[in-house]
């Protein structure tokens, strides 16, 4: 990600019941800027298909890691890119 707002996400992965039934982790997506809220545009691939349509989510500063899928389904791996990224102003939600 080649922009300011995109250096401040970072994907992470948590254990849950769900995906541990797929033997997988919880992939999750977070904003670490301090102050400023990000609008994020993921794309999503099981194996080598990509999924229909993109999710879109602003994320908050200082808040939970929003919570994508499970990394692993129906023993394909499962992928998010981020296709976009920007602060978004309090006026522009």
Known sequence: ?????GEYLVFSD????DCM??????R?????HPTRAIRVVLIAYT??????GDSEFILDPKTEPKPLGC???SGLARR?????????????R
């Not at 998010?80 to 309090?90: D, G, N, Q, T, Y």
């Open 47 to 52: 194996g080598k298909t990509r999924a229909q």
């Open 21 to 26: 039934l797929h033997r997988g982790r919880s």
């Open 1 to 5: 990600m080649a922009n300011a707002a």
């Open 80 to 92: 998010w890119e981020i296709v976009h990224a920007r602060f978004v102003s309090p006026a522009r």
């Open 71 to 73: 990394d692993s389904v």
């Open 14 to 17: 948590a254990l849950t019941a």
């Open 28 to 32: 999750r997506i977070a904003n670490t």
